[in-house]
């Protein structure tokens, strides 16, 4: 994964819940691990719609493609993990035309010319099973049997690095700041009663 994010708090905002803390004893980690799970949810779920309107991609791609690692009371630290390179041009709403394939990465459509999904002269196109749905291109080569070679067309979008900027790291920050502190306040008071 490139970067992370870290969310920053204002020390005052947590200095007040200091006696809590102290009086809550060894129960305290439970406490901040709840607190971080709690909003740690609330920031992915923020993350997710921030980056599906970012990236292009349908939430369901993003949701299979983040990984979370929740905090517990010896590691107190809430992860969002994604891996992965460039995606295909196939996730994103990629639909054959007469001038090539048009594709919306990023939520901007846009026709990219020498390219096709389906196999065959016009207007007899017709779906090959084995391509599943990818956008492909002409190498320039052939093979031995004198056919074309073909290969997958790729985005330029990469989640792990749309993850740590723009709009989904606000959305991610802005949630773990706001919701944080309030939240360990409510934890702490459910464990002292």
Known sequence: MSGGLFVTLDAASIARLGN?????????????ARALNHTGDKAKTQMTRALTAQTGLKRRTIVKALRITKAGTVGLTYTIRSAGGDISLKYFGARETAKGVSA?????????PHTFMKAGWWPHRVVKANWNGHVLERTGSTTKSGMDRFQKVKSGVFIPEEMVKGATAAAFNNTAASDLPARLEHELGRILG
């Open 104 to 112: 919306a990465p990023r939520n901007a459509r846009a026709i990219y």
């Open 20 to 32: 809590q803390i102290g009086a809550a004893g060894a129960k305290a980690p439970l406490a901040l």
